[in-house]
């Protein structure tokens, strides 16, 4: 279902403007309304964040963002293009124009957010690189890894940490390095490496594809700090806004205790912070060219963060990862989300 003012707005004279822009110079909501889609970069397949099913269907809790975008903005969360896109590819289609949100397990770094001209929305999981041995190798820290060849995907922050971390502790080693994460996994089940080192939510994904899981083992040691989340082009505020409180939306939903079971029922709280949540209680979505009820249309299609984080990477899944900080701040992590009002 589109969004009938905007699409309205598509099809009427060519003098009505949206947000300051002639319909000469379209915006990407106006594009997003025009195509019937989001355009939305994912990995090249990465189980628990993205990765298509056995029929086909992408899941994971990176397209549950790109969902939540078009659940706001067209009213169906099913209304998405997923383009498979590796590490290297990933940001040029992002500024080429190709995606208009790049949802693929991203970290968020200063290079990243100054100099490519992108924007990070949130943060879907704070994450940080670790490293899967197998058992038999008998290694139970990272600092037992001096000289061990070691599987990298290239294009990432972990090629970057990796080299510091060794550097700074007098260690060396020998990257193996390959382009796609399935290349990677492949490479070290098939003895090419000792060693792979990834974010830590992503070896968790690899290893239950290894023939044996219960062969390998990630350590305890982390070396850095990986924020990943969603990203967009600098220059179209609007279209950054919808998606950056199209994730807070499922964060404040959880906070206040609204599902993808309830929410029906809680149009009807008399709780101001939910009422705001939902649209029962000024329009939030207006200054965003969305509905009035964009909040509950994530909520009552995609589910709250707590659900998401759950079915795709959390102890409903096959990857069984803690919520540990990624917890919300009222239960003791770090997740947090600005409030609607």
């Given at each position: ?94 500024q080429s124009g190709e995606v208009d949100v790049l949802s693929r397990n991203t970290t968020w770094t200063t290079t990243r957010d100054t100099t490519l001209g992108l924007n990070f ?21 990272v600092d037992e890894l001096d000289g061990a060849a070691i599987c990298i995907q290239s294009g990432t922050t972990t090629e970057l940490n990796l080299a510091d ?177």
């Amino acid at each position: 279902m589109l969004n009938k003012k905007y699409l309205a707005l598509m099809v009427s004279a060519g003098s009505i403007t949206l947000a300051g822009m002639s319909s000469a110079h379209a915006t990407t909501l106006e594009d997003t309304i025009d195509s019937g889609e989001v355009q939305c970069g994912v990995s090249d397949g990465l189980p628990g964040f993205s990765a298509p099913d056995d029929d086909g269907n992408w899941q994971g809790i990176d397209v549950d963002v790109c969902r939540a975008v078009a659940a706001a903005v067209l009213g169906d969360s099913e209304a998405v293009n997923y383009i498979s896109l590796n590490a290297v590819e990933r940001f040029t289609a992002l500024q080429s124009g190709e995606v208009d949100v790049l949802s693929r397990n991203t970290t968020w770094t200063t290079t990243r957010d100054t100099t490519l001209g992108l924007n990070f929305t949130g943060v879907t999981f704070y994450d940080g690189q670790g490293f899967m041995v197998s058992k038999d190798l008998g290694v139970s820290s990272v600092d037992e890894l001096d000289g061990a060849a070691i599987c990298i995907q290239s294009g990432t922050t972990t090629e970057l940490n990796l080299a510091d971390y060794f550097s700074a502790n007098d260690m060396e080693f020998d990257p193996i390095v390959f382009d796609t994460s399935e290349q990677t996994v492949g490479g070290y089940e098939a003895g090419r490496c000792d060693v792979l080192t990834s974010d830590t939510s992503q070896l968790a994904a690899l290893r239950i594809q290894l023939d044996d899981p219960e062969g390998s083992e990630i350590l305890s040691d982390v070396i850095s700090k990986e924020p990943l989340g969603p990203v967009v082009r600098q220059g179209d505020d609007q279209w950054f806004n919808i998606v950056k409180w199209s994730l807070f939306a499922m964060m404040n939903a959880e906070e206040y205790g609204v599902d993808s079971e309830n929410v029906d029922e809680m149009l009807e709280s008399e709780d101001p912070n939910i009422a705001r949540l939902l649209g029962e209680d000024g329009n939030y979505g207006e200054e965003m060219g969305l509905e009035a009820d964009w909040a509950y249309q994530i909520i009552s299609q995609v589910g709250n963060y707590g659900e998401s984080f759950d079915r795709n990477v959390g102890m409903d899944s096959p990857l069984e990862i803690e919520r540990g900080i990624n917890e919300l701040w009222t239960e003791g992590g770090i997740q947090y989300a600005p409030p609607v009002r």
